[in-house]
């Protein structure tokens, strides 16, 4: 898969909620959000969660709704600012069915920021 060039790369925000007690993550281009009670099962969760919308967004050849409310400003500023200080973790995605002809299927990238741990 390393040789493929993704059809959609997306960024993801993961951080401790200090309010709720709880992980969280946000990916900036989809507004997608899901909790956790640990990192492990917070990139778990997104990656499942992503899997699925994109899944029918390639499905049904539209974007549009995946993409029509990205996260909060303030989470695209967090993800700039913690993946200065630490390389993203990279979670590639692949699907089976082409989106275009003669496509052996499709990947995508999500680059997970995650800020310490509380």
């Given at each position: 898969m390393a040789d493929r060039v993704p059809f959609v790369q997306l960024r993801v925000l993961g951080e401790f909620d200090e309010k709720y007690k709880t992980?969280?993550?946000?990916?900036?281009?989809?507004?997608?959000?899901?909790?956790?009670?640990?990192?492990k099962s917070l990139r778990?969760?997104?990656?499942?969660?992503?899997?699925?919308?994109?899944?029918?967004?390639?499905?049904?050849?539209?974007?549009t709704n995946l993409f029509s409310s990205p996260a909060p400003f303030d989470k695209w500023i967090k993800w700039q600012e913690i993946s200065e200080k630490k390389k993203p973790d990279?979670?590639?995605?692949?699907?089976?069915?082409?989106?275009?002809?003669?496509?052996?299927?499709?990947?995508?990238?999500?680059?997970?920021?995650?800020a310490a741990a509380a």
């Open positions: 992980f969280v993550a946000y990916c900036l281009e989809t507004g997608s959000v899901v909790t956790a009670d640990d990192p778990e969760e997104m990656k499942e969660l992503l899997e699925d919308e994109l899944s029918s967004a390639f499905e049904t050849k539209n974007l990279i979670i590639e995605l692949f699907f089976e069915k082409p989106v275009r002809k003669g496509q052996q299927g499709v990947t995508t990238e999500v680059k997970l920021a995650q």
